[in-house]
């Protein structure tokens, strides 16, 4: 089998031929139909986000259950399944009390060992999936089965940046009808964040990133006004474009502090600040504390759209069936394997909303 190996900070990385260490227990081997390219994993190139090299990258992806341990009940041979960057164990703390984004298997995941390279040496898989390979061992809590006709490309999507975007709207904000919104930052998440508060019925949403191409595609897929931070100061532009009061809810989705601080200041009193973009270790944030009781504010920190996986991967396949959430638009550049490199080349230039590995 093949897979593209992370071997260390700002290397591209190496698509090579590899051995799968033996599956066993509750582990599952699916073989990729597709995978799709998150700003995570260029975060673990570029050396600001844990992923200790030689790590298979890819923690997106859709496919197909080729085989499975002895002690697995989940899923079947033949199955379809997308597979969950937070696993669901169903039985820790977190799980019985519907908190299955923060499953504690997760952790234990991470430091799995996955394949052996020629060299013999051995290497992991990011979040415990390694979706950039021709087939993934994968425990069987990471797997959500479904049963669709859509396009693996879509359903790939839904591993990661769909539902963390789509449910930072909707189950984190819990945005409401007639609602005010601002987005900081298009990419994949960003976008889905913008039709997740479309779909819950947001009256204005307003996408604010510097690159046309994530501004022209938020706003054919619901934004109603589009903000380029290189026109002025964002938060003046929201503050004009709301009277002056700010938004019910303002989403950061690049993991930068300075955004985080925008998304504060262009929310109204009384509303919410959701923090979703994942920032280095070694950034914090500093609040003025006052304003946030006098003002009655609220910053939300959401991890993975605080989803409920095998609750959640179903109705946004029924929202994709039905029309209400379009996936197809968010794709803009299509990649094999061995051209995964150009993939990341696309997300450093802007050129790509949501790239694939098909």
């Known amino acids: 089998m093949r897979a593209a190996i992370y071997v260390g900070p700002g290397a591209e990385l190496s698509v090579e031929d590899v051995e799968p260490i033996a599956a066993e227990g509750r582990e599952v081997i699916v073989r990729m139909e597709a995978s799709g390219v998150c700003h995570s994993d260029l975060s673990v190139i570029d050396g600001n ?13 859709c496919a197909i259950v080729e085989w499975v341990g002895p002690e697995v009940t989940r899923v079947k041979v033949g199955q379809r399944v997308i597979l969950s960057l937070s696993p669901v164990c169903g039985t820790c703390w977190h799980c019985l009390r519907n908190e299955t984004h923060l499953c504690e298997l997760g952790l234990p995941l ?3 060992l996955r394949v052996r390279r020629s060299d013999g040496s051995v290497a992991n ?11 993934a061992t994968v425990h069987e809590a990471s797997c959500v089965p479904v049963e669709t006709d859509l396009p693996s490309e879509q359903l790939a999507l839904i591993g990661c940046g769909v539902t963390t975007g789509l449910g930072a709207a909707l189950n984190t904000a819990e945005v409401r009808a007639g609602d005010t919104v601002a987005v900081i930052g298009c990419g994949g998440v960003g976008t889905s964040v913008i039709q997740g508060a479309r779909i819950a019925g947001a009256s204005r949403i307003y996408a604010i990133d510097p690159v046309a191409l994530k501004r022209d595609t938020a706003l054919q897929l619901g934004a109603t006004d589009a903000v380029d931070p290189d026109d002025g100061d964002p938060v003046e532009q929201i503050r004009s474009l709301t009277g002056g009061r700010g938004v019910d809810h303002a989403f950061e989705v690049v993991g930068n502090a300075d955004l985080m601080t925008q998304a504060l200041a262009m929310t109204r009193r009384g509303g919410t600040t959701i923090l979703v973009g994942v920032p280095k270790y070694d950034v914090s944030l500093s609040v003025p504390v006052l304003p946030l009781i006098t003002q009655d504010r609220t910053i939300k920190g959401s991890y993975y759209g605080s989803s409920r996986a095998h609750r959640d991967f179903p109705r946004f396949i029924d929202l994709i069936e039905s029309g209400r959430l379009d996936l197809d638009a968010m794709i803009t550049k299509r990649f094999g394997l061995d051209d995964v490199n150009d993939a990341f080349a696309a997300m450093r230039t802007g050129e790509a909303v949501r790239s694939v590995i098909i």
Do not use: N
Request: glycine share 22%; hydrophobic share 40%; aromatic share 8%.
């Open 110 to 112: 991470l430091g799995t």
């Open 49 to 61: 986000f844990p992923g200790p090299p030689p790590t298979v990258l890819g923690h997106e992806g």
């Open 125 to 135: 898989a990011l979040m415990g999936l390694g979706t950039f390979a021709d087939v």
